[in-house]
């Protein structure tokens, strides 16, 4: 299963607001500040409507999760049409393994 900060370094996040490959808003930042602004949401809202907010917030998050999880699959199927990784490859290694990866032998 994709984690989150692989579908951001595969440009595969739909999300808008992070942007496809994490360029818009960090998940260091989004993650945190969503959770704090639904609890907020949630404490305000009389427990019938926190119900119903949640619900669709917990529906909406799984269908986001399943529909990036889609994504990178169909994308890992099919060759890359750009892979962002290259920009962080040493100058002088013509290997083309990512310096500082678990893959990079120094």
Same mark, same amino acid.
Do not use: K
């Given at each position: 299963? #994709?984690? %989150?900060? !692989?579908?951001?370094?595969?440009?595969?996040?739909?999300? #808008?607001?992070?942007?496809?490959?994490?360029?818009?808003?960090?998940?260091?930042?989004?993650?945190?500040?969503?959770? %704090?602004?639904?609890? %907020?949401?949630?404490?305000?809202?009389?427990?019938?409507?926190?119900?119903?907010?949640?619900?669709?917030?917990?529906?909406?998050?799984?269908?986001?999760?399943?529909?990036?999880? !889609?994504?990178? %699959?169909?994308?890992?199927?099919?060759?890359?049409?750009?892979?962002?990784?290259?920009?962080?490859?040493?100058?002088?290694?013509?290997?083309?393994?990512?310096?500082? !990866? !678990?893959?990079?032998?120094?």
């Amino acid at each position: 299963m #994709p984690t %989150a900060t !692989s579908i951001v370094a595969t440009c595969a996040e739909l999300n #808008p607001i992070v942007g496809r490959c994490g360029e818009r808003v960090p998940l260091a930042v989004y993650v945190p500040v969503g959770f %704090a602004l639904h609890a %907020a949401v949630a404490w305000m809202l009389p427990p019938r409507w926190r119900d119903v907010f949640q619900g669709l917030t917990v529906a909406t998050e799984a269908l986001a999760i399943g529909l990036n999880a !889609s994504t990178r %699959a169909a994308r890992d199927r099919r060759a890359p049409t750009c892979d962002r990784r290259a920009n962080l490859r040493h100058a002088g290694d013509a290997s083309g393994r990512l310096v500082g !990866s !678990s893959r990079d032998p120094r």
